[in-house]
């Protein structure tokens, strides 16, 4: 007798359903790995004490990971740290992770959410250098071109980034390039400018009215690099009269948010502000 033909579709998987073991293996395999580079350096005990995985089992995993360099055990100190091939496909990834590809997306939802043209802006020696923009549909709005730049004590972009960094490093910055005045809200004293710089690290977000062109506000925040320092900001900006006191903490939010994807999307680490 003939079998059945069997019917056309998906084709049968060459795992079986017990394969759903392996996937938990490998999922204990990257966690092991992922706390191996927080950890810097870590011994078997503690990997296993941290991870809740029996003692036999993670080293099964180290050995494993070891044998594809992703890992690599001290004979002497006896303990574990990352290996090359880890380093290798962070490169990977790195190289790949252009900061105005990764931005954009991040951008185009925040313009969407706030209905305000978002910006991206590295920092320059004293100043912002704008290397991206997504802009509103609203008629009247916030335009500046690739390659504009504008000091970072005038522009809510370079303050977030201010706000960011250590004081001797701001204060280095600060005397080099002095604090120029481009209309009546332009904080062109320190004590002006640092007091709205301790406001920013508390929120997360600064806030620029008026403060580089009349009638035109911004509210940025600083994205980190992988050494937790500010390497650039997203803002957003529009007419002031859009920015309204009730809209603003919601926007701040936004910004905040948007800046903190991006840093992770570029494997950045954020500095934690005490308040």
């Known amino acids: 007798m003939t079998p059945p033909k069997r019917a056309r579709g998906r084709p049968k998987s060459q795992f079986s359903e017990s394969s759903a073991g392996t996937m938990q293996s490998l999922d204990r395999a990257l966690g092991v790995l992922v706390a191996v580079a927080r950890e810097d350096r870590a011994t078997l005990t503690d990997l296993s004490l941290a991870l809740g995985i029996p003692t036999a089992t ?78 509103t549909q609203n008629p009247i709005r916030a335009f500046f071109p690739p390659g504009s730049r504008t000091p970072m004590h005038a522009s809510g972009t370079g303050k977030a980034i201010l706000a960011a960094l250590p004081e001797d490093r701001l204060l280095t910055l600060l005397k080099g390039a002095g604090l120029k005045g481009f209309t009546s809200h332009t904080h062109v004293t320190p004590k002006a400018l640092f ?64 800046a903190a994807e991006i840093t992770h999307l570029m494997a950045g680490q954020p500095v934690e502000v005490k308040a």
């Open 58 to 135: 993670t080293h099964r995993i180290l050995t494993t990971l070891q044998k594809r360099d992703f890992v690599r055990f001290d004979d002497e100190r006896q303990d574990w740290s990352i290996g090359i091939e880890a380093y290798r496909t962070g490169v990977a990834f790195l190289k790949r992770s252009n900061l105005s590809d990764v931005g954009r997306p991040v951008m185009r939802r925040l313009m969407e959410q706030t209905g305000e043209t978002a910006n991206l802006a590295v920092r320059d020696g004293a100043e912002v250098v704008f290397i991206g923009q997504v802009e």
């Open 195 to 258: 007091d709205d710089l301790e406001k920013t690290r508390v929120r997360g977000w600064s806030f620029d009215r008026n403060e580089r062109y009349d009638g035109m506000s911004c509210i940025g925040s600083a994205i980190f690099n992988d050494r937790g320092e500010p390497c650039a900001g997203v803002s957003i900006s529009g007419p002031s009269s859009r920015f309204s006191d009730a809209h603003i903490p919601e926007f701040g939010a936004a910004v905040a948010q948007a």
